[in-house]
């Protein structure tokens, strides 16, 4: 088991940036950043493969946000700029165990997951 926790969320103004931080109690393999909120309900943001080879993003990222991690400390982060009030959301990261064949981009894919930091975008 690995016990996932995220960080940085605050609330903000239009056009700021935020660094949110997933720290990982162990070994983390592929890791993503989903976001759930009441309007959209839960949405893949961002992922991350463990040697750094494999990176996609959501469409509505357009080049906004970056993620990035440190093997050796267990610990990933959400590099998030220039944000919208649309990115109002709770913002978690979740880690895969094994490949159980499930995208990317799919929930199912990880067996790990934090309780999330809100993230708060005001107009």
């Known amino acids: 088991q690995v016990h996932m926790v995220e960080s940085g969320g605050r609330l903000v103004q239009a056009g700021a940036s935020l660094r949110l931080t997933c720290t990982a109690s162990g070994y983390i393999g592929g890791l993503a950043w989903f976001r759930h909120s009441t309007i959209r309900q839960r949405e893949f943001v961002a992922f991350n493969s463990r040697n750094g080879g494999q990176t996609y993003y959501a469409d509505f990222v357009k080049g906004r946000f970056i993620i990035s991690r440190v093997n050796a400390n267990n610990t990933a982060y959400l590099q998030m700029d220039n944000l919208e009030p649309e990115d109002t959301a709770v913002y978690y990261c979740?880690?895969?165990?094994?490949?159980?064949?499930?995208?990317?981009?799919?929930?199912?894919?990880?067996?790990?997951w934090g309780r999330g930091t809100q993230v708060t975008v005001s107009s």
């Open positions: 979740a880690s895969e165990s094994t490949n159980n064949g499930a995208p990317y981009y799919n929930a199912l894919r990880y067996p790990y």
